[in-house]
Structure formats: structure tokens, C-alpha cells
């Protein structure tokens, strides 16, 4: 029963096939993409990978002058239209990294690093419209994420123009972390006045102790001072 339900939902995508090149035989992964809801209307999610044109390159082969000169099968062959998936991701990282690297050997300033992250994340959040109980993947995609903010926070601290200039280019909005807050309880304040004691008390006794070695110190230095000066006996 699951199974023909399966079929049935899945039905509609397999007749159209618009959103998987027009094959048949594709998995079905890629045609739950273009599922239908209960209602009968077609479910669509935008993902990263769409302005790719099935006619680029990919990443490998995109710098080679001899491909223009090859067969218009082999360039089939080596275009999107038969990659896979990593190899498109692969493709679109590449070109977000063209965007905002300061020199054509650069791969692993700040910047790179952003754009490289923006790519892993946008990718998670493509499969987890479609997988929404993934929960590994949404862990992974969390710490990229705070990963990002990091870098965009440093990045923001030290120049400003430049944080300006990825933002726009890889079209991310910044925006600023909440305040910390927290609910003041008896034993949250308790928990902290004994903190504050502790740290007064052992802040107290290092000074202290700093005290004692400086003196201790002085005293050495005084007593070796006083021998040069009185010189050794013979």
C-alpha cells in the first residue's frame, strides 16, 4: 500500500520529468523535487545548482582549448548535462570563489573560506527541503554556519570594505547576534555572588604571592650587588 502510494504521489514528476532533464530512469530523489502535495499542485524547491546552464563545463575541463576543437558528442559528454551532482556542486563553488578571491592563487584567505561555506551550506539546505528529518545534515549545516559567522565577524572587524564586498557578491545578509540574556533566579544569583567571592579571594592571593617573589627577588639581588661589592677574600 505505502508503495502505490509512492507511485501515486510520484506520478505526475515521472510524466512531466521537467525538473530532471527530461530522462526517464532517474532516481527517486531527484523526482521528488517535482512531487505533488495533496491538494494535486506541484511542489517546486529553488535550489543553488538552477543557473547552472546544462551546456558549462565542468570544473575539470572548463580551462582546456582543446575541447572547442572535439567532438560536439564528447563535449556533451563533459558538459553539466551528464554530471553529477558533486560535480555541479564542485562547479558552483568554484565560480562563488571566483567572485571574491584577491588573486588567481588565492585558495584560503578569508574570503574563499566564506565562499567555500556558503556553497557547502546552501547545498544542506537544498537537501533538507527535501529531506526535512535529516538530522545529521542539519547538525553539519548549524556548524557551518557558525563557522561563517565567525569568519564574517572578523572579516567585518578588520576590513570592512572587503566584508562589504562578499556580502554583495555571494548575496549573504548579516545580521548581528542576539544579546545574551538570561532569566536573574535566586540560584543564578547565588551561583554568581560565590563566583565573584572566589575570584576576589584567588585574585588576592596571587597578588600576594606575586608579592612575595618580587621581594624574595630584590633581597637576591641586593645580597649579590653587596658580595661584588665588598669583594671576595684572597
Not at 521528488?32 to 535550489?47: H, I, K, N, Q, T
Not at 551550506?121 to 538530522?135: A, P, T, V
Not at 561563517?148 to 548579516?174: D, H
Amino acid at each position: 500500500m505505502l508503495r502505490r502510494a509512492v507511485c501515486a504521489v510520484l506520478e505526475p514528476a515521472a510524466q512531466g520529468l521537467a525538473l530532471c532533464g527530461g530522462r526517464a530512469g532517474r532516481p527517486l530523489h531527484c523526482l521528488a523535487r517535482a512531487a505533488a502535495d495533496g491538494l494535486g499542485r506541484r511542489l517546486e524547491f529553488p535550489s543553488q545548482l538552477d543557473d547552472l546552464a546544462p551546456t558549462m563545463l565542468k570544473k575539470n575541463y572548463r580551462d582546456l582549448e582543446a575541447i572547442s576543437k572535439t567532438d560536439v558528442v564528447v563535449q556533451r559528454l563533459l558538459s553539466l548535462e551528464m554530471a553529477s551532482h558533486k560535480e555541479k556542486l564542485q562547479l558552483k563553488t568554484s565560480l562563488l570563489v571566483e567572485k571574491v578571491r584577491r588573486s588567481p592563487n588565492d585558495v584560503g584567505s578569508t574570503e574563499v573560506q566564506i565562499a567555500i561555506l556558503t556553497a557547502k551550506i546552501r547545498n544542506y539546505q537544498d537537501h533538507l527541503q527535501i529531506h526535512r528529518k535529516d538530522k545529521t545534515n542539519k547538525r553539519y549545516m548549524l556548524l557551518a554556519i557558525d563557522r561563517r559567522k565567525k569568519l564574517l565577524k572578523y572579516l567585518r572587524r578588520t576590513r570592512y570594505e572587503v566584508f562589504e564586498n562578499v556580502c554583495a557578491q555571494l548575496g549573504i545578509q548579516y545580521t548581528f547576534p542576539p544579546e545574551y540574556y538570561r532569566k536573574a533566579t535566586r540560584r543564578w544569583a547565588a551561583k554568581k555572588a560565590l563566583c565573584i567571592k572566589v575570584f576576589e579571594e584567588m585574585k588576592r592571593i596571587r597578588a600576594a604571592e606575586r608579592q612575595k617573589r618580587k621581594a624574595a627577588a630584590a633581597e637576591k639581588a641586593q645580597s649579590i650587588s653587596r658580595e661584588v661589592s665588598e669583594g671576595t677574600p684572597v
